[in-house]
């Protein structure tokens, strides 16, 4: 958490994938995982909340998912 803390202070938007396939992250990172989205929920900034594509046809939607909302937070081009 002393890496992720400052940068959880810091963050203006969020992307937040929830039931990530097992190969996506450690099982012994489980509860910082947990932390960090508890943390960042809690902040006021935009958040998106999206749950881990299971086929091809949900991962363009994933990705569509998150083109939308990047071009939406209005930053620098």
């Known amino acids: ?3 992720y803390g400052p ?3 810091t963050c ?7 039931d990530a396939d097992l190969s996506f992250g450690c099982m012994g990172c489980a509860r910082t995982n947990e932390l960090i989205k508890f943390l ?8 998106l909340d999206l749950y881990y594509p299971k086929s ?3 991962g ?9 909302f990047l071009d ?4 620098k081009k």
Do not use: C, H, T, W
């Open 1 to 3: 958490m002393s890496l």
């Open 7 to 9: 940068m959880i202070d």
């Open 12 to 18: 203006e938007a969020a992307i937040i994938i929830n």
């Open 40 to 47: 960042v929920r809690q902040k006021d900034i935009p958040k």
């Open 56 to 58: 091809e046809e949900e």
């Open 60 to 68: 363009v939607q994933f990705v569509a998912a998150i083109k939308r």
């Open 72 to 75: 939406g937070l209005g930053g």
